[in-house]
């Protein structure tokens, strides 16, 4: 949505963020990852003269949704709707290896509208414009561990379940912070084809047994996950904050 409600004012206390006027507390370090599903790509050529020196500005412009889930900003009820995607190569001079995204709002026309902007090692940028201009990339879709905010009775929500992604205030309410993260995985396609018969879907479906070891094994992989989460969400925060200064000093 582009209007702008009035913001609130938040408070952070025992890793836990509270909203003026809202009584759900939200936390970070969910083993979920955040996904995103882009369609429309288009192609952008250029040059950008930026600190007296000249920059390539290609990039490739999508209309994404989140998939999975739905996108708010905390201490309202409105769902984000699509939001306007960047994929950007990083600078080849850039020594960050990780793949790199960025989510919050921007002010456009005097409204606020939500954005992402991915950034992408060379290699990777390269080899998706090329398919998108031969044809074989129309969708992408991406998934990113992020420092996105969570409804904390969501935490431990099922992972095949939809679940809720929040975006902060500023602490003077008057501003959102942006979300950000590293990207786990890539990927593109054509246009989707016309979904199989029912009958080929009856067909490939598991046998209950088969049903019943992949329940168990996303149990524990569940566990694992949480174990995990709880042993480096810290460690992850630094080194995404690490990450875009080194994005930054690269750009300068």
Known sequence: MNESPAMRSMSLGDGRMAIEGSSARYVQGSARRFRLKAAGLRFVGGFES???RLEDGQRI???????DGVLRRAGFDDEVGAVGLTLRPLP???EQPRLLLMLGYREENGAETPFAEAFLAPAVF????????NGLADEVSLGATTNFWMREEDRDAPQAGPLGWYLA???DGRAIVPARGFIDGIAW????KPEPSATVEAAAAPAPAAAHEAGAEEDWREDGLEQLRKLNWSFRLLLLLLAFLLLIIAVK
């Open 50 to 52: 930026r600190d007296g």
């Open 61 to 67: 412009l999508a209309e994404a949704r989140v998939a």
């Open 126 to 133: 390269e080899a998706l414009k090329a398919d998108m201009l």
């Open 189 to 192: 396609q054509p246009l989707a």
């Open 169 to 171: 205030p500023g602490a």
């Open 92 to 94: 080849a001079s850039s």
